[in-house]
């Protein structure tokens, strides 16, 4: 069983800079996909970013590409979303997800991942 553990989300004002945290506890396997999403009020949740846990593929959606950065420190067991420039729409609960399998032909989409984190809250002021 894999357990994963948010933290690190917060107020922060536009412009400002945030570092998500996902500790992970369990077994984990160098092709396992870990990934953030976010929702926010209303809407879908949607993948930000992913990678694979040896780092082989690593993914950015278009509309966080260049300001946010998936990373891992195996050592620690811990996933990381470094984001900057950050803006009002940013605002949203942020989820870590394990998916227990490789990646796939496609990026992988929120039914292929088999354990989430609880959310942490990022809220951009304008």
């Known amino acids: 069983q894999v357990t994963l553990v948010e933290s690190g989300g917060g107020l922060v004002q536009a412009g400002g800079s945030l570092r998500l945290s996902c500790a992970v506890s369990g077994h984990i396997f160098s092709n396992f996909v870990m990934a953030w999403f976010r929702q926010a009020p209303g809407k879908e949740r949607e993948l930000v970013a992913a990678t694979t846990w040896n780092g082989g593929k690593v993914y950015h959606a278009d509309s966080v590409k260049g300001r946010c950065t998936i990373s891992r420190d195996n050592a620690r067991n811990t996933v990381y979303l470094q984001m900057v420039s950050l803006k009002p729409e940013d605002t949203a609960v942020y989820y870590c997800?394990?998916?227990?399998?490789?990646?796939?032909?496609?990026?992988?989409?929120?039914?292929?991942?088999?354990?989430w984190g609880q959310g942490t809250q990022v809220t951009v002021s304008s």
């Open positions: 997800a394990a998916a227990f399998r490789n990646w796939g032909a496609t990026t992988p989409g929120r039914g292929d991942f088999d354990s």
